[in-house]
């Protein structure tokens, strides 16, 4: 494994620890600690998101591998603390399905690329609709945190329903990067078939 690829592994690990630090029963006076600990394992898992494909291209190290390991890290880590917002009651249990339904059909879609020889990384879409994510669980966790130390439960459900909202434009902008990603896989079928059809006429 190259260098960008042991930093998107570390999102393999970070994931089931932030669900796991999620639902420990607060123990006296650990509630501040546990709130830090959620928003390191969560602040690290962005950051290494951020910068690994930056190393790879930096080292010249991007590959097929990595094209495939990096989205797949991202929905894992994504996947598991939007879990824990929707069994907090924090975001609705629908958008998680949706989201769910779109990440395994850009797997199916993949997965076909790669019969094809064609390793399909992340797209611009994605990575708006990545960036989406990141927002909608940045806000579910501040919510998350005020309800934890007990604060105003006005902020909370201020929170609370920016949170739903941000969630609601990334399951929007994660359908709509979805199709594009659809639109990808019918062209490069178009385009092989073209390139065979004009190699048998030669």
Known sequence: MT?????????????PV?????????LPGSRLLTVSVLWALFIISEITDLIDGRIAR??????????LFDPFADVLVR??????FVLDGIL???????????????????ILMMKK??????????????????????VALLASCTER?????????ALRLSAVVIFAGAVILAVV?????????RKTGRDMAAAEEHSRSE
């Open 79 to 84: 996947i598991s603390y939007f879990l824990c």
């Open 58 to 67: 930096r080292r010249g190290e991007v590959s097929d591998f990595g094209k």
């Open 177 to 185: 990067s979805f199709v594009d990603y659809i639109g990808v896989y």
């Open 18 to 26: 932030f669900f796991i630090v999620y639902f420990l029963p607060p």
């Open 117 to 138: 020889g064609v390793a399909l990384g992340a797209r611009k879409g994605g990575k708006i609709k990545a960036v989406a994510y990141m927002a909608a669980g940045a």
């Open 149 to 157: 130390l007990e604060l105003d439960k006005r902020v909370y459900d």
């Open 92 to 110: 609705p249990a629908f958008f998680l399905l949706l989201v769910l339904y779109r990440e395994f059909g850009i797997l199916f879609v993949r």
């Open 3 to 15: 260098l960008a690829d042991k930093i998107t592994s570390t999102r393999l690990i970070l994931a």
